[in-house]
C-alpha cells in the first residue's frame, strides 16, 4: 500500500524559509514524477514544483527561483525548499506524482505571516 507523509510545514514570517519532507512508503519515487501541490484557503489544488523521472524541475510561475524540489532516493524522500515565502504561499502542501494517481496524505500546513 502506498503511503505519502508530508512534513516540516509551520508557522514563519514574511521572508523565511522552510524545507518540506515527503516520505514515501510502498513505491520507489525514483521510478515517476513527483510533484508538490499546495491549497490556499478558498483556492484549488494546485501543482507548484515537479521533479520528473529524468530528474527536470519545473516551477510555478509564482514559487519560480524561490523554491527547490529536490529527491533523495537513498531515503525515498522528496523536499521542498522553499525561501523567500511571502503570505500568498500560506497553504497545506501536498507531495503527489505528476500526474496525481495516489492516494493523498494529510498535507502540512504553512503559513506566511506578513
Known amino acids: 500500500q502506498v503511503q505519502l507523509v508530508e512534513s516540516g510545514g509551520g508557522l514563519v514570517q514574511a521572508g523565511g524559509s522552510l524545507r518540506l519532507s515527503c516520505a514515501a512508503s510502498?513505491?520507489?519515487?525514483?521510478?515517476?514524477?513527483m510533484g508538490w501541490y499546495r491549497q490556499g484557503p478558498g483556492k484549488q489544488r494546485e501543482l507548484v514544483a515537479e521533479?520528473?523521472?529524468?530528474?527536470?524541475?519545473n516551477y510555478a510561475d509564482s514559487v519560480k527561483g524561490r523554491f527547490t524540489i529536490s529527491r533523495d532516493n537513498a531515503k525515498n524522500t522528496v523536499y521542498l525548499q522553499m525561501n523567500s515565502l511571502k503570505p500568498e504561499d500560506t497553504a497545506v502542501y501536498y507531495c503527489?506524482?505528476?500526474?496525481?494517481?495516489?492516494?493523498w496524505g494529510q498535507g502540512t500546513q504553512v503559513t506566511v505571516s506578513s
Open positions: 510502498g513505491i520507489m519515487l525514483r521510478l515517476i514524477g
Open positions: 521533479f520528473t523521472r529524468d530528474g527536470t524541475t
Open positions: 503527489n506524482s505528476v500526474p496525481s494517481l495516489l492516494r
